[in-house]
């Protein structure tokens, strides 16, 4: 794999969307408790749109799906991936990621936001509207709710990132992804690798997200690499009272191939004071399988606003 640098991959992505490259800068912010929240500010002014990805992801998921879009927009790396510090505790949960998201909203947005959540991000985004309302102005979160099934989609990501943590090229990294159906294209598959990883001192590549560390540690002990106990504990007091508190409107983005069933987004519908529903048909990772097609669902979002 070449080498390069985190914005390489634009002009090629930018080209193939038939825009131009917008202004993009990586942003960073010191929380209180001296970890870093690193982002990427998309455009000249100041944001309408800030997006949270899911576990094992980073700010760049969004990128292809922020061209089609264009308009000015915030990608957060939630703690523990991408740029972003890892927590001591790998308490990696939306009620624990939610003052973070919100101390980037602060600091670099100056009006509430469409916040957009996949996955992680979505039950994140959730989090934030229901303990900080007045900085989100509406929710879409794409293909997660509290009721998920782990012994599906989710099952098949540990078992991806179980293995070694630490490899000597890129390319064996993404070998493994397209063995395990994940990346899609080869091209694909090494813009997400490349974004999704580093290289040590030593010269070993590892990925950059604590999750793989975590998945790796439980595995090599013999443990339930499902869930860190850290995180298990806080999510056994959580569920779907963040959904219930959000008074935004949420579309809810559900993949027909995805990690969410009828009957869950059913009740998310239940549960919320104002949700709807669109079904799209990709599997989970909606916005790396057709950003063109999610894309124009927020424009309608922010047409709504």
Same mark, same amino acid.
């Given at each position: ?9 634009? =002009? ?5 969307? /038939?825009?131009?490259? =917008? ?14 929240? #690193? ?7 100041? =944001? ?17 799906? $922020? ?10 790396? $939630? ?5 972003? #510090? ?9 009620? @624990? ?21 996949? #996955? ?14 007045? +900085? ?13 099934? %782990?012994? /599906? ?22 070998? &493994?992804? +397209? ?15 490349? $974004?999704?990883?580093?290289?040590? %001192? ?5 990925? &950059?997200?604590?999750?793989?560390? +975590? ?42 191939? /995805?990690? @969410? ?19 799209? %048909? ?14 124009? +669902? ?8």
């Amino acid at each position: 794999m070449p080498e390069t640098d985190e914005f390489s991959f634009l =002009p090629a992505q930018a080209a193939a969307a /038939g825009v131009e490259v =917008p202004r993009v800068e990586r942003v960073g912010l010191t929380l209180p408790d001296g970890r870093t929240l #690193s982002g990427l500010r998309w455009g000249e002014e100041p =944001p309408r749109v800030t997006l949270l990805h899911g576990a094992g992801l980073n700010a760049h998921t969004w990128d292809t799906t $922020l061209l089609h879009l264009g308009v000015p927009a915030l990608a957060v790396d $939630l703690a523990g991936h991408g740029d972003s #510090s890892w927590r001591d505790d790998a308490a990696y949960v939306g009620r @624990v990621l939610a003052p973070d998201v919100a101390a980037a909203l602060e600091a670099w947005t100056d009006r509430p936001q469409v916040l957009v959540g996949h #996955s992680l991000g979505g039950l994140t985004a959730a989090a934030v509207a229901a303990s900080r309302p007045e +900085l989100v102005e509406r929710v879409v979160i794409i293909d997660i709710t509290p009721g998920i099934d %782990p012994s /599906g989609g989710p099952a098949q990501l540990r078992a991806f990132f179980a293995g070694p943590t630490d490899w000597a090229t890129r390319d064996e990294l993404v070998d &493994k992804a +397209l063995a395990f159906g994940l990346g899609g294209a080869r091209s694909a598959a090494e813009r997400g690798v490349f $974004l999704n990883t580093r290289v040590r %001192p030593d010269g070993r590549v590892e990925w &950059k997200h604590h999750f793989a560390h +975590l998945a790796a540690a439980a595995a090599a002990a013999g443990a339930d690499t499902s869930t860190p106990d850290a995180v298990r504990a806080v999510l056994a007091s959580t569920g779907w009272d963040d959904i219930a508190a959000v008074r935004a409107p949420i579309l809810f983005v559900r993949a027909d191939r /995805g990690f @969410v069933t009828a009957a869950d987004a059913d009740e998310l519908v239940r549960q919320a004071a104002d949700a709807r529903v669109r079904v799209v %048909p990709t599997a989970h990772n909606v916005q790396e399988e057709d950003p063109a097609g999610l894309a124009a +669902l927020l424009r309608e979002t922010l047409t709504a606003v």
